[in-house]
């Protein structure tokens, strides 16, 4: 037997109207990093449990009515009393509230981006029961923020496309103390976060370098009576992975306390050149995709490389400032 079919979305007007009308609300909320939660911006309605409470309250009522009880008097207005004190104490725990956004860092798609938020009370007494989100998503992350103190969050959402993005709408809520009223904000922060493209996950080989350009015999020759052995003295700058530490350790053991560094113009005679040109037969993020696992495979290896898009051409080089900006291009590209 063979499964029914999914109905189509067409068939889901009420869930399409207000996925609309949600977005227009949030696209009328101004932007900003750093959000004070006050009246205007905080709202309050009764949950489930609310509801049947109200129900309980009114049903109670009538009974104490009907009957004349005075103990059921008691009762329902005792209880009604509780309702509305814990609506003002849950509005009062997001009311004065300070949210901050800290600046997130750069991450590759289809993996998890973290995003630091920090809670800041500048009242004495203690707010509990504070939950925040991504919007449409169920994954709720609680803490308690001391009085006069700060709690740091933690969300993560999961990018589908690269390029730079703004941070997904935040909703925060609390339910304390009785559970019976949701009050919540609406939070659309203004910082936007660079995705780089997805890394191939298996990726060929790195292509063949080009010869380098420079004045013929240019090369570095070992000293008179010495066999080349692809180093040099160490000088200021060059990077913790071209120190060769075997041999480092066997000069401090000598008395000679001079770093030797491996000769990258020896270990790598002709320049890598990342180029997009022969890949036009992969689709567009295919490409872009390979480019970004070159980039980090060459990075891994210590090597120059060189990054070539259609429209745009980074120099040889390495290091971490070379690799942020060639995966920056790949981003924008």
């Not at 609309?20 to 101004?30: E, I, T, V």
């Not at 009762?75 to 009393?81: I, P, R, S, V």
């Not at 995003?115 to 504070?130: E, I, Q, T």
Request: aromatic letters at 6%; a positive charge; charged letters at 15%.
């Amino acid at each position: 037997m063979s499964p029914a079919p999914a109905e189509p979305a067409s068939r889901h007007p009420l869930r399409r109207l207000r996925e609309r009308m949600r977005q227009w609300w949030h696209s009328r909320l101004p932007r900003s990093d750093h959000l004070t939660l006050t009246q205007r911006n905080v709202y309050i309605l009764p949950t489930r449990p609310g509801l049947m409470l109200a129900t309980t309250l009114l049903v109670l009522l009538v009974a104490s009515i009907n009957y004349q009880l005075n103990l059921g008097y008691l009762l329902t207005f005792l209880l009604a009393g509780c309702a509305l004190a814990g609506m003002h104490i849950g509005h009062a725990t997001l009311r004065g509230l300070q949210l901050q956004l800290l600046p997130p860092s750069a991450q590759f798609c289809g993996q998890a981006l973290r995003l630091d938020v920090l809670l800041n009370n500048p009242r004495r007494a203690p707010r509990h029961g504070l939950g925040m989100r991504l919007a449409g998503q169920q994954d709720w992350v609680w803490t308690d923020v001391p009085g006069q103190g700060q709690a740091p969050l933690q969300l993560a959402f999961l990018p589908t496309r690269r390029g730079l993005q703004n941070v997904p709408v935040l909703n925060i809520e609390t339910r304390f103390p009785l559970g019976t009223f949701r009050v919540w904000a609406i939070w659309r922060p203004a910082a936007q976060v660079l995705i780089y493209p997805q890394p191939e996950a298996h990726p060929p080989p790195l292509p063949p370098g080009e010869p380098r350009s420079g004045p013929p015999g240019h090369a570095t020759q070992a000293g008179r009576g010495q066999d080349f052995e692809g180093v040099r003295p160490y000088r200021r700058g060059d990077s913790l992975k071209q120190v060769v530490w075997k041999k480092t350790a066997t000069a401090l053991a000598t008395g000679s306390s001079a770093l030797v560094s491996r000769d990258s113009e020896h270990q790598q005679p002709a320049e890598l050149w990342l180029d997009q040109r022969p890949l036009v037969s992969l689709a567009p993020e295919a490409q872009l995709s390979r480019l970004c696992a070159w980039v980090l495979q060459a990075e891994q290896q210590g090597l120059d490389y060189g990054l070539r898009l259609l429209g745009q051409e980074i120099a040889p080089g390495q290091g971490a400032a070379h690799q942020q900006r060639c995966l920056e291009a790949l981003a924008l590209c």
